[in-house]
């Protein structure tokens, strides 16, 4: 494949996933009115709706500016040599592959954290203030952003540096090496992630001994699930949205409340959201989802290792200097397509394991406390209970609120 026709490919990805993207916002914006839908009387009433469609408003408003000008600046990257620049000013200094790799995307991601940081910060301070969601401090909101950047410092460039070391030593066959590798930390994470990274954000406490440990401890003996880790997180120190989730594996497994949830929901309805997240574990959908994300990493690293030695790559972001880090950055693009078609279907996967987790709680526990507890949820956190069909089937992991009570309604 030609240099010339893999610059073309790159151009015309970029360009049709940001029209796409700003089709689907056209799309689902269309579906914003000022008079509640007769469908969400009962859970929304006129003024909450009114400012659920407001909040809608001003984070689309601030995603369309980030998104333009990530655009803008990807396009210009490309087409006036900036990635080649990028790489010529690092080999200055820089010699190793894998060294050099490092630096590269070390000066690539603070000039993309220069241009995110702007919309983050209005997104916090500015429009979740507006809306009396963020409790973050400026302390805290600066304390994550150098955590995040440490992590994926220390994580991204750890793995980076030995899948570059492996390909330099096995060249086209390392896609298999490169692929346990990432499998292995992929496992790793999913089950130490609450116990290892979760910890360098927030704090985490057993839950005391009460009314809802009693109730959660009850029903998961009763559906036979074994749970001996319950842990309270501080949520409320950076928003007052409510969330649960579950991680881990085996005896590693363990289900994490906010406190912000606690606040908001009964016990009846906490243990329905509960009974939701171990019909996911019981229903294998956890694990499914681990097996499914191998196999796409493995594809897509089989598709890169057949391309990685093509020097076209590296000459389509304008350098006659062949490397692995530039070939990464097109391949990246040139495999978002097929990233996208299999992100689709895994979505369709997870929400129907959505409805499935719900049949679940609904069947052993209570229907009518999990719709309650998802009411609340949605309306507190001002969520938008009418998005377009198409753009829900293109980024929604979960069915609306309205299609899951529907469902467990029977209607």
Do not use: C
Not at 75 to 80: G, K
Not at 216 to 241: C, H
Not at 397 to 406: D, F, K, V, W
């Amino acid at each position: 494949m030609s240099t010339e026709l893999i610059l073309i490919l790159i151009l015309v990805i970029l360009s049709l996933d940001f029209i796409l993207e700003r089709i689907l916002d056209i799309l689902n914006r269309k579906n914003w009115t000022a008079k509640i839908p007769k469908a969400l009387e009962g859970i929304y009433d006129e003024e909450k709706y009114a400012k659920s469609q407001s909040y809608e408003k001003d984070k689309h408003r601030i995603g369309f500016i980030s998104s333009v000008l990530s655009f803008v600046a990807t396009i210009l990257m490309i087409v006036l040599g900036g990635f080649a620049w990028v790489d010529d000013l690092v080999r200055l200094y820089l010699s190793n592959p894998i060294t050099l790799a490092l630096g590269f995307f070390a000066v690539i991601m603070m000039g993309s954290s220069l241009i995110s940081f702007p919309f983050s910060y209005y997104s916090t301070f500015v429009i979740e203030e507006k809306y009396g969601f963020n409790r973050s401090t400026l302390k805290t909101f600066l304390l994550d952003k150098l955590k995040g950047a440490s992590i994926s410092a220390i994580l991204g460039g750890g793995l980076l540096s030995l899948i570059i070391w492996i390909y330099t030593m096995t060249t086209t066959n390392f896609w298999w090496m490169a692929w346990a590798l990432i499998a292995f930390v992929m496992v790793f994470m999913s089950m130490f992630y609450s116990s290892l990274i979760v910890p360098l954000f927030n704090k985490q406490t057993r839950l005391e001994d009460g009314e809802l440990n009693t109730a959660i401890s009850t029903f998961a003996d009763k559906v036979g699930f074994k749970l001996d880790n319950i842990y309270v997180m501080d949520g409320s120190k950076r928003s007052s949205k409510g969330n649960a989730y579950f991680s881990g594996l085996g005896s590693r497994k363990r289900i994490v409340l906010f406190d912000t949830l606690i606040d908001e929901l009964s016990t009846e309805e906490i243990v329905a959201v509960l009974a939701h997240e171990i019909g996911h574990y019981k229903k294998k959908h956890t694990l499914t989802s681990i097996v499914l994300s191998l196999l796409q990493t493995g594809i897509m690293f089989y598709i890169f290792s057949l391309l990685i030695g093509n020097i076209s790559l590296s000459e389509a972001l304008g350098t006659t200097n062949h490397s692995f880090h530039l070939g990464l950055i097109a391949f990246g693009i040139l495999y978002s397509p097929i990233s996208t078609f299999l992100g689709l279907g895994m979505n369709v996967l997870s929400r129907k394991n959505e409805y499935e987790a719900d049949a679940y709680a609904a069947e052993h526990y209570n229907s009518k406390s999990l719709i309650d507890g998802l009411k609340k949820l949605s309306v507190s956190s001002l969520s938008n209970l009418t998005p377009h069909p198409i753009y829900v089937f293109f980024y929604y992991s979960h069915p609306t609120l309205l299609q899951r009570i529907n469902a467990m309604q029977g209607k």
